[in-house]
Protein backbone atom coordinates (compact mmCIF):
# COMPACT_ATOMS: atom_id res chain seq x y z
CA UNK A 1 0.00 0.00 0.00
CA UNK A 2 0.80 3.75 -0.29
CA UNK A 3 2.08 5.59 2.33
CA UNK A 4 4.27 8.84 3.62
CA UNK A 5 6.88 8.90 6.00
CA UNK A 6 7.59 11.83 8.22
CA UNK A 7 10.28 10.92 10.75
CA UNK A 8 10.34 13.94 13.09
CA UNK A 9 6.81 14.32 14.64
CA UNK A 10 8.20 17.08 16.87
CA UNK A 11 11.11 19.27 16.13
CA UNK A 12 12.05 22.74 18.40
CA UNK A 13 14.92 25.26 16.92
CA UNK A 14 15.76 28.26 17.89
CA UNK A 15 15.52 30.99 15.36
CA UNK A 16 17.68 31.72 12.61
CA UNK A 17 18.59 27.93 13.17
CA UNK A 18 18.46 25.79 9.23
CA UNK A 19 15.51 23.27 8.98
CA UNK A 20 15.02 20.45 7.35
CA UNK A 21 12.00 17.88 7.51
CA UNK A 22 12.49 14.48 5.83
CA UNK A 23 9.12 13.20 3.69
CA UNK A 24 9.79 9.74 2.38
CA UNK A 25 6.78 8.00 0.33
CA UNK A 26 6.51 4.06 -1.06
CA UNK A 27 5.00 4.47 -4.66
CA UNK A 28 6.85 3.48 -7.95
CA UNK A 29 5.47 5.67 -10.26
CA UNK A 30 4.74 9.22 -11.38
CA UNK A 31 3.97 11.51 -8.44
CA UNK A 32 2.95 15.01 -7.47
CA UNK A 33 4.63 16.29 -4.50
CA UNK A 34 3.66 18.63 -1.64
CA UNK A 35 3.79 20.18 1.42
CA UNK A 36 1.38 22.22 3.35
CA UNK A 37 1.35 24.13 6.48
CA UNK A 38 -1.02 25.12 9.45
CA UNK A 39 -0.31 27.58 11.36
CA UNK A 40 -1.90 28.07 14.92
CA UNK A 41 -5.48 28.90 14.15
CA UNK A 42 -5.43 28.56 10.29
CA UNK A 43 -6.36 26.42 7.71
CA UNK A 44 -4.36 23.66 5.98
CA UNK A 45 -2.42 25.83 3.06
CA UNK A 46 -0.25 24.96 0.00
CA UNK A 47 3.40 25.71 1.17
CA UNK A 48 4.90 24.36 -2.28
CA UNK A 49 4.67 21.90 -4.72
CA UNK A 50 6.76 19.43 -7.13
CA UNK A 51 5.28 18.35 -10.66
CA UNK A 52 7.87 18.15 -12.76
CA UNK A 53 11.05 20.04 -14.30
CA UNK A 54 13.57 21.18 -11.73
CA UNK A 55 13.60 18.12 -8.49
CA UNK A 56 14.32 21.38 -6.82
CA UNK A 57 11.52 23.47 -5.87
CA UNK A 58 10.69 26.75 -3.95
CA UNK A 59 7.69 27.77 -2.36
CA UNK A 60 5.95 30.72 0.14
CA UNK A 61 7.94 32.61 3.31
CA UNK A 62 11.54 31.54 2.14
CA UNK A 63 10.74 27.38 1.88
CA UNK A 64 12.09 24.68 -0.81
CA UNK A 65 11.63 21.26 -1.02
CA UNK A 66 14.38 18.69 -2.93
CA UNK A 67 12.45 15.69 -4.64
CA UNK A 68 14.92 12.73 -4.62
CA UNK A 69 13.34 10.10 -7.21
CA UNK A 70 16.06 7.41 -6.45
CA UNK A 71 15.46 8.03 -2.49
CA UNK A 72 11.68 8.13 -2.83
CA UNK A 73 12.30 11.50 -1.13
CA UNK A 74 10.95 15.31 -1.02
CA UNK A 75 12.38 17.15 2.17
CA UNK A 76 11.78 20.42 3.02
CA UNK A 77 14.25 22.70 4.33
CA UNK A 78 14.79 26.54 4.99
CA UNK A 79 18.04 27.70 6.10
CA UNK A 80 17.18 30.09 8.55
CA UNK A 81 13.46 30.04 10.38
CA UNK A 82 11.86 32.49 12.36
CA UNK A 83 9.21 32.25 15.11
CA UNK A 84 6.39 32.64 12.68
CA UNK A 85 7.24 29.36 11.09
CA UNK A 86 5.85 27.66 13.99
CA UNK A 87 3.07 25.64 13.11
CA UNK A 88 2.42 21.51 11.42
CA UNK A 89 4.02 20.35 8.15
CA UNK A 90 2.07 17.91 6.32
CA UNK A 91 3.83 16.04 3.21
CA UNK A 92 1.26 14.79 0.71
CA UNK A 93 1.42 12.51 -2.14
CA UNK A 94 -0.88 12.49 -5.61
CA UNK A 95 0.33 9.22 -7.06
CA UNK A 96 -0.57 8.83 -11.00
CA UNK A 97 -2.17 5.67 -11.14
CA UNK A 98 -5.09 6.64 -8.23
CA UNK A 99 -5.32 10.44 -8.34
CA UNK A 100 -5.61 9.81 -4.80
CA UNK A 101 -4.03 12.48 -2.04
CA UNK A 102 -2.06 10.37 1.07
CA UNK A 103 -0.69 12.86 3.97
CA UNK A 104 2.02 12.04 6.16
CA UNK A 105 1.47 12.16 9.86
CA UNK A 106 2.43 15.45 10.14
CA UNK A 107 5.81 17.33 12.06
CA UNK A 108 5.20 19.96 14.75
CA UNK A 109 7.75 22.80 14.44
CA UNK A 110 8.41 25.34 17.43
CA UNK A 111 10.65 27.86 16.93
CA UNK A 112 11.39 29.35 20.07
CA UNK A 113 12.59 33.37 19.93
CA UNK B 1 -12.35 35.32 -3.36
CA UNK B 2 -14.25 33.02 -0.64
CA UNK B 3 -12.39 30.08 0.78
CA UNK B 4 -14.09 26.91 1.81
CA UNK B 5 -16.70 26.85 4.05
CA UNK B 6 -17.76 24.58 6.63
CA UNK B 7 -20.46 24.34 9.67
CA UNK B 8 -20.77 23.46 12.41
CA UNK B 9 -17.45 24.75 13.54
CA UNK B 10 -17.67 22.41 16.75
CA UNK B 11 -20.23 19.14 17.41
CA UNK B 12 -20.17 16.90 20.88
CA UNK B 13 -22.56 14.35 20.57
CA UNK B 14 -23.07 11.05 22.51
CA UNK B 15 -21.94 7.54 20.99
CA UNK B 16 -24.47 5.80 18.85
CA UNK B 17 -26.40 9.38 17.97
CA UNK B 18 -26.75 10.61 14.38
CA UNK B 19 -24.39 14.30 13.15
CA UNK B 20 -23.84 15.80 9.67
CA UNK B 21 -21.58 18.31 8.89
CA UNK B 22 -21.44 20.36 5.70
CA UNK B 23 -19.03 21.82 3.18
CA UNK B 24 -19.44 24.62 1.09
CA UNK B 25 -16.95 25.05 -1.08
CA UNK B 26 -14.45 27.53 -3.51
CA UNK B 27 -17.08 28.58 -6.74
CA UNK B 28 -15.96 26.59 -9.27
CA UNK B 29 -14.40 24.18 -8.10
CA UNK B 30 -15.31 20.68 -9.47
CA UNK B 31 -13.67 18.33 -7.01
CA UNK B 32 -14.44 18.19 -3.61
CA UNK B 33 -13.02 16.06 -0.84
CA UNK B 34 -13.34 15.14 2.86
CA UNK B 35 -11.29 14.07 5.04
CA UNK B 36 -10.86 12.59 8.85
CA UNK B 37 -7.91 13.58 10.29
CA UNK B 38 -7.58 12.32 14.06
CA UNK B 39 -5.23 14.01 16.72
CA UNK B 40 -1.90 12.84 15.91
CA UNK B 41 -2.32 11.87 12.27
CA UNK B 42 -2.04 13.41 9.22
CA UNK B 43 -5.49 14.13 6.78
CA UNK B 44 -6.91 10.68 5.68
CA UNK B 45 -9.18 10.90 2.40
CA UNK B 46 -13.01 9.31 2.96
CA UNK B 47 -14.29 10.20 -0.11
CA UNK B 48 -13.91 12.75 -3.21
CA UNK B 49 -16.29 13.80 -5.49
CA UNK B 50 -15.81 15.35 -9.36
CA UNK B 51 -18.67 17.23 -9.16
CA UNK B 52 -21.57 15.22 -8.37
CA UNK B 53 -20.24 11.76 -8.92
CA UNK B 54 -18.26 9.89 -6.37
CA UNK B 55 -14.80 9.44 -7.72
CA UNK B 56 -12.98 7.61 -4.70
CA UNK B 57 -14.67 6.23 -1.42
CA UNK B 58 -12.54 3.28 -0.80
CA UNK B 59 -11.71 4.61 2.52
CA UNK B 60 -15.51 5.68 3.74
CA UNK B 61 -16.85 3.16 6.72
CA UNK B 62 -20.35 2.92 4.40
CA UNK B 63 -22.26 1.13 6.77
CA UNK B 64 -22.28 4.45 9.03
CA UNK B 65 -20.75 6.87 6.93
CA UNK B 66 -22.57 8.36 3.62
CA UNK B 67 -21.68 11.93 1.84
CA UNK B 68 -23.42 13.64 -1.49
CA UNK B 69 -22.36 16.31 -3.74
CA UNK B 70 -26.63 16.20 -5.43
CA UNK B 71 -25.46 19.59 -7.38
CA UNK B 72 -22.03 19.67 -7.64
CA UNK B 73 -21.43 22.13 -5.19
CA UNK B 74 -22.24 21.63 -1.50
CA UNK B 75 -21.64 18.81 0.04
CA UNK B 76 -23.28 17.18 3.50
CA UNK B 77 -21.47 14.49 4.97
CA UNK B 78 -23.10 12.34 7.11
CA UNK B 79 -21.92 9.49 10.69
CA UNK B 80 -25.32 7.16 11.29
CA UNK B 81 -24.46 6.16 14.38
CA UNK B 82 -20.73 7.25 15.70
CA UNK B 83 -19.09 5.90 17.78
CA UNK B 84 -16.21 7.10 19.96
CA UNK B 85 -13.15 6.33 17.58
CA UNK B 86 -15.49 8.62 14.85
CA UNK B 87 -13.85 11.82 17.15
CA UNK B 88 -11.62 13.79 14.75
CA UNK B 89 -11.58 16.84 13.00
CA UNK B 90 -13.56 16.64 9.54
CA UNK B 91 -11.72 18.49 6.68
CA UNK B 92 -13.28 19.69 3.42
CA UNK B 93 -11.10 20.79 0.82
CA UNK B 94 -11.77 21.75 -2.78
CA UNK B 95 -9.52 22.02 -6.14
CA UNK B 96 -10.68 23.37 -9.58
CA UNK B 97 -9.75 19.59 -10.72
CA UNK B 98 -8.85 15.76 -9.84
CA UNK B 99 -5.66 16.21 -11.70
CA UNK B 100 -3.17 17.35 -8.72
CA UNK B 101 -3.90 21.02 -8.29
CA UNK B 102 -4.14 22.63 -5.09
CA UNK B 103 -6.13 22.03 -2.63
CA UNK B 104 -8.06 24.68 -0.58
CA UNK B 105 -9.10 23.17 3.10
CA UNK B 106 -11.82 24.84 5.14
CA UNK B 107 -11.17 25.22 8.72
CA UNK B 108 -12.49 21.97 9.82
CA UNK B 109 -15.48 20.38 11.96
CA UNK B 110 -13.94 19.56 15.41
CA UNK B 111 -16.51 15.90 16.29
CA UNK B 112 -16.55 14.55 19.78
CA UNK B 113 -18.25 11.64 20.45
CA UNK B 114 -19.06 10.67 24.29
Known amino acids: AQSVSQHNHHVILSEAASLELGCNYSYGGTVNLFWYVQYPGQHLQLLLK??????LVKGIKGFEAEFIKSKFSFNLRKPSVQWSDTAEYFC???????????FGTGTRLKVLA | EAGVAQSPRYKIIEKRQSVAFWCNPI?????LYWYQQILGQGPKLLIQ????????DSQLPKDRFSAERLKGVDSTLKIQPAKLEDSAVYLC????????????FGPGTRLTVL
Open chain 2, 93 to 104: ASSSDSLGNEQF
Open chain 2, 49 to 56: FQNNGVVD
Open chain 1, 50 to 55: YFSGDP
Open chain 2, 27 to 31: SGHAT
Open chain 1, 92 to 102: AVLSSGTYKYI
